[in-house]
């Protein structure tokens, strides 16, 4: 284009600047940069918006700061606030998303998600059950994403009522109960130990993941009845590393070795490797006492490696 004497205008700077923060090319970015500010085309709007997101995408928020810190207050519209949201929130800088946040005049729902998804990342999970409440006083209905985010911070500090008020609002509007948003509901009813109203949705669910049956799998197992924990794992239709993982450690946590060699015997004549996690499990119901150790007390007791471990020696 250029070759044939034909000059880009925005929308054509737009288009190259968008591709290189899809390929994350910084190098071209800096180009196509200069490039703008030599030929004297205004950076604002979109070609403002797409010179942020890539110096963001590309690790570089102090070069969008640098833009941002040229504009005036009017250039800084809801697209451009969320993208550099998003940009302090990668950066660690919660705290400068949270300031800008709360500078902007009008916010939209990706706004709204990418704020309350940065507390959850940098684990201030109160804070976000707090801005998600906030949200709802607003009138603005969140989508499934921020659904799920407010139900995972909901989990991770117990706040289980919480979680079950956020289901009660997605029955009352109706809202389909499936795919990701079906798999928080279950980690939220499995770990307050609900695990009725997690079998529930469980059985709602038109569709299920290996990640819906192995969350459901670990409710069982919370739950304490490892019989029928092992009931469910055995209907597992495909099992990966985590369904062998939760139910041997199950195992180990109530102490129940036996069953615990067997499934991992029967785990080594699968297609599913060990990884680390399923021989710490394993290992840790075969250590001694440390004041029985001695140079030879491996070999000695019943601890040595038997038949199961062979392969692994």
């Known amino acids: 284009m250029i070759v044939d004497g034909v000059s880009p205008d925005e929308i054509t700077m737009v288009s190259l600047v968008s591709a290189s923060a899809k390929l994350r090319d910084l190098k071209m970015g800096e180009a196509l940069h200069l490039y703008i500010e030599e030929k004297n085309l205004g950076i604002v709007g979109s ?13 570089k928020m102090e070069e969008a700061q640098k833009l941002l810190d040229r504009c005036a207050a009017d250039d800084v519209d809801v697209v451009l606030g969320t993208t550099l949201i998003s940009g302090y929130v990668k950066s660690n800088k919660i705290d400068a998303a949270r300031f800008l946040f709360d500078q902007m005049t009008e916010k939209s729902l ?11 990342q940098g684990g201030y999970f109160y804070e976000s059950l707090k801005l998600f409440r906030e949200m709802r006083f607003k009138d603005v209905w969140p989508d499934e994403v921020v659904l799920i985010t407010a139900l995972s911070a909901s989990v991770e500090v117990g706040e289980f009522r919480f979680g079950r008020s956020i289901h009660c609002s997605i029955l009352k509007y ?52 490892t019989s029928k924990a092992r009931a469910f794992f055995d209907v597992i239709p495909e099992k990966d590393v ?3 993982n939760t139910m041997i450690n199950c195992y180990a946590r109530y102490n129940q070795f036996e069953e615990l060699f067997e499934l991992f ?19 840790g119901t075969m250590a001694p006492p440390l004041d029985q150790v001695d140079d030879n007390s491996w070999k000695k007791t019943a601890w040595g490696p038997g038949p199961f471990l062979e392969s692994y020696m």
């Open 174 to 225: 109706g809202m389909s109960v499936d795919g990701f948003l079906g798999n928080a509901l279950i980690d939220l009813y499995a770990k307050c130990e609900q695990v009725n109203e997690a079998c529930r949705i469980f059985e709602q669910l038109p569709y299920k993941t290996v990640v819906t049956w192995n969350t459901m799998l670990d409710g069982f197992c919370r739950n304490g009845n």
């Open 265 to 283: 015997h029967k785990m080594q004549s699968s297609n599913i490797k060990a990884d680390k996690l399923t021989l710490s499990s394993t290992l």
């Open 110 to 120: 990706i706004s709204w998600t990418a704020m309350i998804s940065g507390y959850v």
């Open 242 to 244: 985590i369904s062998w």
């Open 47 to 59: 070609l403002l918006n797409c010179l942020v997101d890539m110096y963001i995408k590309c690790g």
